[in-house]
């Protein structure tokens, strides 16, 4: 069964630093890949997504992520904070085949400092 | 506008009693699913549905029905209410490589 392991549940950066955001998955195969924002009392906002080709994605809003299959990762970063990005994100992965069903992260949330 | 729409948005119930939640897509997709979203445990999948007429248990399956009788609705019920299902829910459709999630609906079970 697949699952995802996302280190830190609370996160907190100063305005202006580096963001990153840790996710591990376990997979038999290679999985798709995700990273989902939630602004507060909003649904869910796709930021990136791997499937195939290049191991380095990027999203929306300035983030990025970095698929490594030997260290089964795919850690979310953005090279400099702003205010807006405080919310909570989710890493998610997806069974290629079949059902298609997104299994999540806990959720790390993203307290940003002035 | 072509989405995932949820209703209702906001509920309360009392222990024991039972509703409905709807969930409707217009976007033609095959599959749809219900998560429920607590504090420190991310989304998990209640039930989810690969095409009309089909459903299938998902992680937490308990205390919950669905059922598909259309392709563009998906609809989640609780026959008896419990405080343990006190959650935010969501809907989310998906023709291949993305999801697309409704707004959510926050289930209050006193």
């Known amino acids: 069964a697949q699952s995802v392991t996302q280190l830190g549940s609370h996160v907190s950066v100063s305005e202006g630093a580096l963001v990153l955001l840790r996710c591990n998955y376990s997979?038999?195969?290679?999985?798709?890949l995700f990273w989902y924002v939630q602004y507060p009392n909003q649904g869910l906002q796709l930021l990136l997504k791997y499937t195939t080709g290049a191991t380095l994605v990027k999203g929306i809003n300035g983030f990025e992520a970095e698929f490594k299959k030997s260290e089964t990762s795919f850690h979310l970063t953005k090279p400099s904070a702003h205010m807006s990005d405080a919310a909570e994100y989710f890493c998610?992965?997806?069974?290629?085949?079949?059902?298609?069903?997104?299994?999540f992260g806990q959720g790390t949330r993203l307290t940003i400092n002035p | 506008n072509a989405g995932v729409t949820q209703t209702p948005k906001f509920r309360v119930l009392k222990t024991g009693q039972s509703m409905t939640l709807l969930c409707a897509q217009d976007m033609n997709h095959e599959y749809m699913y219900w998560y429920r979203q607590d504090p420190g445990m991310g989304l998990r999948l209640i039930h989810y549905s690969v095409g009309e007429g089909t459903t299938a248990k998902g992680e937490v399956p308990d205390g919950y029905n669905v059922s598909r009788l259309k392709k563009q609705n998906f609809l989640l019920g609780l026959e008896s209410a419990a405080p343990s299902q006190t959650s935010v829910y969501f809907c989310?459709?998906?023709?291949?490589?993305?999801?697309?999630f409704g707004s959510g609906t926050r289930l209050t079970v006193v």
């Open positions: 998610a992965v997806r069974e290629i085949q079949g059902a298609q069903k997104l299994v």
């Open positions: 989310a459709s998906s023709p291949s490589l993305g999801y697309t």
């Open positions: 997979s038999s195969v290679p999985p798709y």
